[in-house]
């Protein structure tokens, strides 16, 4: 995740960079400080920069943070907005933003905290994919990342997740197909399972979190293989480039 964070005062900044070091999930964010909102407008106009969340304070030398986050989100339409105001100031011209969290200076220490893991699960839900699951009449959205396996059984599917199971006679490939979901591998005539809830990946078996073990057949050994390496990998890029 990366954060970009502009004041005027450059000892404000880092206040709230250590801050933000505080939180759970921004630890190993990339964090770009600003003292100058041109700046920050060029590195994101010009595609040098963007960024998940960003900070800004509305009171700014020459720039007011309004303005400065509707260049911002022009080019970086995705990024959730903490708009920092000083005491009691009323700010008419921000019904303009989306995306976006008024919070008072004065609060800052009370609620930066619960303003960023709520923006950070706001980009989660954004990333999400989910299966469409029909089952008799019902009709469910179950997130991708809750899943362990998909089980072929005769005409049916179960879905298996981190809590419950679920009986469909939609087939794996047109419940992963219609999802859009990359992360399910087969690794055996019927079963298919979710990459990121692999513990350990072995020559005729797969162990699933939540103690779940899985056949590996012959035929898809080396492809499975093949894309659990590929998963490892990018997911490491992720964590070396945040």
């Known amino acids: 995740m990366r954060i970009g964070i502009c004041d005027r005062n450059q000892n404000y900044v880092q206040w709230i960079t250590g801050l933000v070091r505080q939180i759970d999930c921004a630890k190993n964010s990339t964090i770009v400080p600003y003292c100058k909102p041109g700046w920050l407008i060029d590195d994101v106009c010009s595609g040098a920069e963007a960024f998940d969340i960003l900070i800004i304070s509305q009171t700014q030398e020459d720039l007011s943070g309004v303005s400065v986050i509707l260049q911002v989100c022009a080019f970086n339409p995705q990024c ?32 930066l905290i619960t303003v960023v893991n709520r923006l950070y699960a706001s980009l989660q839900r954004q990333h999400e994919r989910y299966i469409r699951l029909v089952t008799g009449r019902e009709r469910r959205m ?41 992360t399910f591998s087969q690794c055996h005539r019927s079963f298919y399972v979710n ?32 894309a659990y390496d590929n998963y490892c990998s990018n997911r490491m890029g992720e964590t070396a480039h945040p």
């Open 80 to 111: 959730r907005i903490i708009l920092l105001t000083e005491d009691n100031m009323v700010i008419p011209e921000a019904y303009q933003l989306s995306h976006g969290v008024l919070l008072p200076k004065e609060h800052v220490p009370l609620h």
């Open 142 to 182: 179950i997130p991708c990342s809750q899943i362990l396996y998909l089980e072929k059984v005769l005409r049916k599917t179960v879905v298996t997740t981190k809590t419950k199971t679920y009986e469909t006679y939609q087939s794996p490939k047109e419940l992963l197909e219609r999802s859009g979901c990359t």
């Open 195 to 226: 990459l990121p809830n692999v513990k350990m990946l072995c020559p005729t078996h797969i162990e699933l979190i939540e103690s779940y073990v899985i056949p590996v057949g012959n035929t898809f050994a080396e492809a499975v293989r093949g």
